[in-house]
C-alpha cells in the first residue's frame, strides 16, 4: 500500500515539474513574439512544425515566407492541441 501511495506521489510530483516547464517554455515564446528586437531568425521552425504535428496538432500553412516578411513576422500560426 504504502509503495503505490509513493509511487503515486512520485508521478503527480513529475507531472507537476513537467507542466511547470512548459508553461516556462510557452511564457518564453511569448515574450520573443512581441518583443520587436528579438532575432526570430534562429528559430528551428521546421523543427517546431514537425513537433507540433507528431504531438497532434495543426500547423497553418504559410502565407508569406519568412525570408521574405522580415524577423518581426511569426511564419506560421499554431491551433490550440487541447
Request: a negative charge.
Amino acid at each position: 500500500m504504502q509503495a503505490n501511495k509513493a509511487e503515486m506521489e512520485t508521478t503527480d510530483e513529475t507531472k507537476v515539474c513537467a507542466t511547470r516547464a512548459i508553461l516556462q517554455v510557452k511564457i518564453k515564446m511569448a515574450q520573443e513574439v512581441v518583443d520587436l528586437d528579438f532575432d526570430r531568425s534562429a528559430w528551428d521552425v521546421g523543427s517546431w512544425k514537425q513537433t507540433l504535428l507528431q504531438l497532434g496538432g495543426e500547423v497553418e500553412p504559410e502565407s508569406v515566407k519568412a525570408a521574405e516578411a522580415g524577423s518581426s513576422v511569426r511564419p506560421y500560426n499554431i491551433t490550440a492541441m487541447c
